[in-house]
């Protein structure tokens, strides 16, 4: 456990915005997922499915997003300015191109991006509207992303917390007025919700860049040339590092929509089960976000100062700090199911079926939350990301995929069970990302051009030291 009280000074100084910020979204996630849940099970199956399209996205953008901010903090702690605006640009571009294609596909064919999830009619009438308004929101979603993970990795995490925490009680307001028709507005149902979400998003970046150019922070450029200063040798190590992050993510999101088209095809019922957990699952696993992304800064900005054996050391202490408090959220989690699965109007079937999901959820969590902040910070913050592409695609395409896809439809299983047994492929995950760390060969440090010769002999030396210590 971390005694040193100036490092838990630097990991409170991230992880209790980042936390707060994640808790309080997802906190309004969840009442947003119960406002949904008053129409029905249909539309708690369509917000379902458009949540899985929408993470698309995300999670893939997060990939990129995380590779600026593994080399911003580098750059950070080295005290590189110029390159840290570089870095950005790429982000930007690479983020509009990516997320242009996706939002052209999800709004000009939302039926045709929805249909493989389920086969109900009504879902897929109800859902078109719905996504296509979403996907006016995903590039503002994008530029978010973008420059909250830079502002993050050079300690000012508060902005994207303000900022998210604005959109997110908008979001609810809306929800409230539009969905349901209060204070004299039209009821429009899932309509009124997905312009409520859309709305926020593009308050969300307003607020971020406000914030930034008045602040004068580093991303407010003024320039365009600042952010296209990126030279040959930058994007190589850049692309050589985020592309395999970026894939990672888009493989690991993918296979958590087979999932849910696994779901979606035992039965709308099913899937709402499964749906109605999502935004716990958010909850949970948010309140612990702010570890994880403070692991990958204070990780990140230690291999850019060359002190490889305290990032070691560091990393370990996070990881099994972030575990006993993941235990402790799940017994609560676990405690509270039967009061979260009364509020929704489904039938008693489909909230017993979201009450046994949440359970297998709880009971998976702090394997889940090690993974979190093991993978996607820790080994990503030295560069290691090759690894982390294929220790994460074999556990989900190899382990996971294959086995809901038996589960379901060779044995019948119902989706609890489904559920359980797809979840030992963290489990795998979490075997593979530790031996990793304790090997040390993740310690990198990204902002030099090539690695210097004696550099792996001493990783070797420092791994050796902090790995009998932690």
């Excluded at 303000?162 to 204070?183: K, P, Q």
């Excluded at 590092?241 to 970026?246: C, G, K, R």
């Excluded at 074999?394 to 995929?401: D, M, Q, R, Y």
């Amino acid at each position: 456990m971390i005694t040193d009280r100036d490092f838990l000074r630097e990991v409170r100084a991230i992880a209790v915005p980042v936390t707060a910020q994640s808790v309080v979204m997802s906190l309004l996630l969840v009442t947003d997922q119960i406002m949904v849940g008053q129409l029905g099970t249909t539309a708690v199956a369509t917000v379902g499915i458009s949540s899985k399209l929408t993470a698309v996205l995300i999670v893939a953008l997060t990939g990129l997003a995380t590779g600026v901010s593994i080399f911003a903090a580098q750059h950070w702690g080295s005290g590189d300015r110029n390159r840290i605006r570089h870095l950005l640009g790429l982000g930007l571009l690479l983020g509009f191109a990516f997320t242009t294609v996706i939002t052209f596909f999800v709004a000009v064919f939302p039926r045709a991006v929805m249909s493989p999830f389920t086969a109900d009619s009504q879902v897929l009438a109800e859902g078109a509207v719905f996504v296509r308004v979403i996907a006016l929101g995903y590039l503002p979603t994008m530029l978010t992303l973008m420059y909250s993970a830079v502002l993050r990795s050079t300690g000012s995490v508060r902005l994207p917390m303000w900022a998210s925490i604005a959109a997110a009680v908008l979001n609810l307001v809306l929800d409230w007025l539009l969905i349901f028709g209060h204070l004299g507005l039209p009821r429009l149902g899932l309509e009124g919700a997905a312009i409520a979400t859309t709305s926020a998003r593009l308050v969300e970046i307003t607020v971020i860049l406000a914030g930034a150019y008045a602040a004068r922070h580093v991303v407010a450029v003024t320039r365009l040339a600042d952010l296209r200063g990126a030279d040959a040798p930058l994007l190589r190590r850049f692309l050589a590092v985020t592309l395999p992050l970026a894939l990672t993510e888009l493989l690991w999101v993918l296979g958590d929509a087979a999932y849910v088209v696994v779901y979606g095809r035992m039965g709308t019922d099913s899937l709402a089960a499964m749906a109605m957990t999502f935004p716990v699952q958010s909850l949970a696993v948010g309140l612990l976000a702010g570890v994880a992304s403070s692991a990958g800064v204070r990780v990140g900005q230690r291999l850019g100062r060359d002190d490889l054996g305290d990032a070691s050391l560091r990393g370990s202490q996070l990881i099994i700090g972030g575990v006993v408090a993941a235990l402790g959220i799940g017994v609560l989690l676990a405690a509270g199911s039967s009061v979260y699965v009364g509020m929704f109007a489904t039938s008693g079937h489909v909230r017993h079926m979201g009450q046994l999901c949440l359970l297998v959820f709880a009971g998976f969590l702090w394997v889940k939350v090690a993974n979190m902040i093991l993978a996607g910070s820790v080994l990503s913050a030295g560069g290691d990301s090759r690894f982390v592409l294929v220790m994460e695609s074999l556990a989900t395409w190899v382990v996971g995929v294959p086995t809901a896809f038996v589960a379901a439809f060779v044995f019948g299983l119902p989706v609890w069970a489904v559920f359980l047994l797809l979840s030992l492929e963290e489990v795998v995950r979490l075997a593979f990302g530790w031996r990793r760390l304790r090997s040390g060969l993740w310690l990198r440090n990204l902002t030099v051009a090539a690695q210097r010769p004696d550099a792996q002999s001493r990783l070797s030396s420092q791994a050796a030291q902090t790995s009998s210590v932690s």
